[in-house]
C-alpha cells in the first residue's frame, strides 16, 4: 500500500498542533502554501480540526495526531 500524498500533507498538518494543551489551536493564513492549505481544508471536512483555516483539533482529530505523532517517532528512531 502506498501512501498518498495527500495524506503526508495531512499529517504534516497534524504535527503543526501543540499537544500539551486542548487550548492550543493554529490559524493557516490564506497566504500558506496551497498544499497546507488544502490538506487544512480536508482535515476539517473529515472533522478532525474545528475551523477550515485551522482551529482546535477535534476529539478525533486529538487522536489522530498522537497516532501520528507516535508514528513518526517509532519510525525516526535508529
Known amino acids: 500500500m502506498t501512501i498518498k500524498e495527500e495524506f503526508v500533507d495531512e499529517i504534516n498538518v497534524l504535527k503543526m498542533f501543540d499537544l ?3 487550548q492550543l489551536g493554529i490559524k493557516v493564513h ?9 490538506a487544512t481544508q480536508r482535515l476539517y471536512n473529515k ?9 482546535y483539533l477535534t476529539s478525533l ?3 489522530a495526531a ?6 513518526l517517532t517509532i519510525l525516526s528512531t535508529a
Open 66 to 71: 498522537v497516532h501520528a505523532k507516535d508514528l
Open 30 to 38: 490564506h497566504d500558506a502554501d496551497n498544499t497546507v492549505l488544502e
Open 61 to 63: 482529530g486529538r487522536d
Open 47 to 55: 472533522g478532525l480540526i474545528s475551523q477550515k483555516d485551522g482551529g
Open 20 to 22: 500539551s494543551s486542548t
